[in-house]
């Protein structure tokens, strides 16, 4: 494995602004659907290699060559961090697993199908808001915006959920922002006019 993959993975995860609810909640729409887009490519890669232990994050490194994973010092380090970061039990999960999918794909003479980075959409999220959502009934909750959780299966689909670049992400919450507006202000001029 590349230690200079798995060192990138931890630098990118602890540059994330792990509490930040501003931000999370301004960019909740795109986080919802980038959240969406985590569960459709873990899924895809369930699908081609098995169960996991648990659902929804994942350690699909673990799944995929459980011979090949990070420094254990590596991946305490990077959970201490998160956890001192934000205290989400779910970042950390996810961090770990990220971690451990760029020691993975980074050992010479891995062969993985062409299936898109199960971890990118999540990174992608932590880095528009941090941690900012929580589980509540079966849903992934990031305020105005419920993901529903449910199980792998559920989430199979060839067809990505969002294009994963600022400007598709921005332009997302930017859109949603002012339908909601728009909605908000016709519900006053009923309310005035009634």
């Known amino acids: 494995m590349s230690s200079d993959a798995v060192q990138s993975m931890v630098d990118r995860l602890k540059a994330v602004n792990w509490k930040s609810p501003g931000e999370a909640f301004e960019k909740g729409y795109s986080r919802a659907a980038l959240m969406q887009e985590y569960f459709r490519r873990a899924a ?13 994050f994942v350690d699909l490194a673990e799944i995929v060559n ?3 994973r990070a420094d254990p010092a590596v991946i305490a380090d990077i959970e201490d961090f998160i956890d001192d970061a934000c205290g989400s039990s779910y970042a ?14 980074s050992t ?29 009934n079966g849903f992934i909750d990031f305020g105005m915006i419920m993901v529903p ?46």
């Open 92 to 105: 950390m999960d996810g961090g770990s697993a990220a971690v451990q999918w760029a020691a993975l794909t």
């Open 149 to 194: 959780r449910g199980n792998w299966r559920m989430h199979l689909s060839p067809t990505p959920a969002v294009e994963l670049s600022d400007e598709a992400l921005d332009s997302l919450d930017a859109r949603k922002w002012a339908e909601i507006n728009a909605l908000a202000e016709r519900s006053n001029q009923s309310t005035n006019h009634g």
């Open 66 to 68: 459980p011979d090949i």
């Open 108 to 136: 010479p003479g891995v062969q993985l199908p062409p299936l898109p980075d199960p971890y990118e959409p999540l990174l992608r999220l932590y880095e528009r808001g941090g941690v900012g959502f929580s589980f509540a």
């Open 44 to 56: 895809l890669w369930i699908n081609a290699y098995g169960e996991p232990r648990r659902w929804p």
